[in-house]
């Protein structure tokens, strides 16, 4: 070995440990392992949720999770538990129901369809998310500037840029209707009056979207009376993500929380 062999050995800087995020102590993820944003959150909120169960006596102590993100069947049914034991959900009143029936009336229709296409940047694991949301925003820039200027820009985009399997098409996806989207992109989709491209990134649980609406079928207006129950289970679900929110908002101020930023608590879990 000649003398600059050993000091390049002995000079060259020691490969840092990723940081491992943990509630609590217990890690989230490998230290191989690099979470999006959000996925990181959601495995945090499960985690504060799991420990909890184990703090209120419904989980054995010696359920102890992997760093995969993946819990036991155990741990879900405590949670369940739990949060059926901590969480206050209270019964709509008919006049709040027909207030959220009056004001979101584009929701109960029958037969609404979209024509749509995208532009999709995907969030995969170590994905620089922030860069990602750059060149979405970019993106979105680009081709609102040019919205109905003639050149199809928005295709041009789609093949260059999606992720989608639907680039090859201008990001065409047809027509749509709700159930074929995942649902928090079919808030965004469908119930509005808006054609030409959205004003803002869609977010999924595929990643970011650069949408643009081509036609919109209204379809037909349902009576309340016909879409009460459905109403009543909005409203439901509205009050118990609110709950739960503010339940895992507690849970991580007391708790020791590493790695995660928790100040905003509005992951795939709770949504």
């Not at 029958?110 to 979405?136: C, K, M, Q, S, W």
């Not at 079919?186 to 649980?205: I, K, M």
């Not at 879409?227 to 991580?252: D, P």
Request: charged content about 20%; glycine content about 8%.
């Amino acid at each position: 070995m000649h003398v600059h062999d050993i000091f390049t050995a002995a000079t060259d800087p020691v490969p840092m440990a990723r940081p491992v995020a943990s509630i609590n102590q217990m890690p989230l993820h490998g230290t191989d392992e690099t979470l999006a944003t959000e996925a990181l959150r959601q495995r945090a909120c499960a985690e504060l949720l799991r420990q909890a169960a184990q703090a209120a006596g419904l989980l054995d102590a010696s359920d102890i999770p992997g760093t995969d993100g993946i819990i036991s069947e155990a741990a879900s049914t405590a949670i369940d538990a739990l949060l059926e034991r901590e969480l206050a959900v209270p019964e709509p009143s008919l006049e709040a129901c027909r207030r959220h029936y009056d004001a979101h009336q584009a929701q109960y229709r029958t037969g609404e369809r979209v024509h749509a296409r995208h532009i999709l940047f995907a969030v995969t694991p170590g994905t620089d998310v922030v860069a990602l949301r750059n060149r979405a925003e970019t993106c979105l820039l680009d081709v609102r500037c040019h919205d109905g200027g003639g050149a199809d820009n928005f295709a041009r985009a789609a093949r260059e840029l999606s992720n989608c399997p639907s680039a090859e098409h201008g990001g065409d996806l047809g027509w749509l209707v709700p159930g074929d989207c995942a649902p928090e992109f079919a808030r965004e989709l469908f119930g509005q009056a808006d054609v030409g491209v959205l004003p803002r990134l869609v977010h999924s649980r595929f990643g970011l979207h650069v949408v643009e609406v081509l036609g919109r079928e209204p379809g037909v207006q349902q009576a309340f009376e016909a879409v009460r129950g459905a109403v009543t289970l909005s409203l439901q679900q509205k009050a118990f993500v609110s709950a739960l929110q503010q339940y895992l908002r507690i849970l991580a101020g007391a708790a020791r929380v590493e790695g995660v930023d928790l100040e905003a608590v509005d992951t795939p879990l709770v949504q």
